[in-house]
């Protein structure tokens, strides 16, 4: 490891089958208004929000409801969940959905006593929080984000054509996580896959800096071979209870901070990514596959000692006889060969990107500073061109 740092995750996990238990060892210890926050309704569909309300109601909770939680959940929601949660006198915000669910009853939190507009303060001066915070907890039903366990919560505004994530400290931090891989059962299998995605995406911004002998990689590299074995098996049998639970416990790990030590990080990617979903709305993980390929083999000469080791110690590739840049490039042929085997979206056209747009995508784009090269906005061009 490298540098100094503090470590705390605050978040309370209740993994497995019975962890909807959890519900009443924590409710006890919150007052009685509880904002209950869902998306567009398959919790009504599959049943987690009867289970939800009764376990809600034998607490003797008052239950407040804020649905129609959208993908991608934009900032007019997010002022209109502020009123709700202040009629309500919120105790409580248990969001019951998917990251976009958990980061928008996270982002309403922080909201409520915010005496600004939290979009100013929050998205776009990136300030840290200075009022009260209402506290969070959060069912998952979606796997992927990682939102369950960290300060993530991101919001898009559509018209200023910016997807913006603020990483916010552990007092924003969901007091406690239920995950059950059984409630991720029902999801489609586009939105499954991209979850998918999007968790291997997280460790590879994170493993994808620095050439250091960092313990993180180590790990890192353990959590991706258990996700491409999981993902295969989950593909072809959605309700493989072992698969489903691994890939749960490895999306919470992939981005609760705990890699991240000694790590510069980079997330060029989810930069990428997040300015093709602000102009199009598209399926986050989705947007983050169509990119990736093209953006890492333009930064494999940069940082080609690291994407040999990925291909050897995650892709199995064999280095004898070929040279550094041949197996770096084997390993993310083998990378694209398994993500369309799992049905990944490969090219942002499919995502409703057309030439046209390009321009204003390379405006919506930020550019990191800690992987392996600083992207110029011409580079940025040319990765949209190849992703198209
Ligand atoms: O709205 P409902 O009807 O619930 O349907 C949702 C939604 O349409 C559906 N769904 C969720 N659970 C389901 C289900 N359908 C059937 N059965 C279930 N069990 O899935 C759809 C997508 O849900 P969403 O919450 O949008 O997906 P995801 O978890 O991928 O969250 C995406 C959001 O999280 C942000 C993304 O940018 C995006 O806004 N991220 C948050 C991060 C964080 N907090 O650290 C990091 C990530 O990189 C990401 O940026
Ligand atoms: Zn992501």
Redesign the pocket.
């Known amino acids: 490891m490298i540098g100094d740092f503090t470590y705390c995750n605050p978040t309370k996990l209740y993994f497995g089958k019975n962890a909807l238990n959890g519900l009443n060892e924590e409710l006890p210890k919150y007052g009685k208004n509880v904002l209950l926050v ?6 009504k ?2 049943g ?1 929000y009867d289970k939800v309300v009764e376990i809600l109601k034998a607490n003797g909770k008052e239950i407040y409801e804020d649905a129609g ?5 934009t900032v007019e929601k997010l002022y209109e969940g502020c009123e709700r949660a202040k009629k309500a006198k919120a105790d409580l915000i248990l969001a019951v ?7 928008y009853a ?1 982002a309403v939190s922080i909201s409520v006593d915010c005496k600004e507009d939290p979009w100013e303060k929050y998205y776009i001066r990136f300030e840290d929080v200075d009022n009260k915070i209402i506290p969070v907890g959060c069912v998952l ?7 369950e366990m ?7 505004n559509h018209a200023q054509k910016l ?1 913006i ?1 603020h ?1 916010f400290g552990e007092n924003v931090f969901p007091k406690f996580s239920i995950l059950n891989p059984e ?6 299998k586009y ?1 499954m896959t ?2 998918f995605f ?1 968790i291997m ?2 460790i590879l911004e994170q493993y994808f800096s620095g050439n250091d002998d960092n313990t993180s990689d180590y790990v890192m590299e353990g959590l991706l071979r258990s996700l491409i074995h999981s993902a295969e098996i989950a593909v072809n049998n959605p309700t493989d209870y072992e698969a489903r639970s691994n890939i749960m416990w490895t999306a919470t790990w992939a ?1 609760n901070t705990f890699v991240a030590k000694g790590k510069a990080t980079d997330w060029e990617v ?1 930069m990428l ?2 300015a093709v ?1 602000a102009h199009t709305d598209a ?3 989705m947007t ?1 596959s169509a990119v990736s390929l093209p953006y890492y083999r333009h930064i494999l000469p940069y940082g080609l000692a690291k994407f040999k080791r990925y291909a050897i110690n995650v892709w199995n590739i064999d280095p004898a006889g070929k040279s550094d840049e041949e197996t770096a490039l084997a390993g993310l042929d083998a990378m694209e060969k398994w993500m369309r085997k799992i049905g990944l979206v490969m090219n942002i056209s499919e995502l409703g990107v057309t030439e046209e747009m390009i321009d204003g995508i390379v405006k919506s784009t930020l550019i990191m500073q800690g992987g392996y090269k600083v992207l110029t906005s011409e580079e940025v061009r040319d990765i949209l061109k190849a992703s198209l």
């Open positions: 869902y998306g567009g309704g398959s919790i569909k599959n987690i939680v959208m993908p991608n959940p959905g998917g990251g976009s669910v958990c980061d996270k039903t979606m796997v992927g984000t990682g939102s960290n300060g993530g919560a991101v919001i898009t997807k994530g990483v409630f991720t059962y029902t999801l489609p939105q991209a979850g999007d995406s997280h981005l989810h990514g997040q979903g399926t986050h993980g983050l």
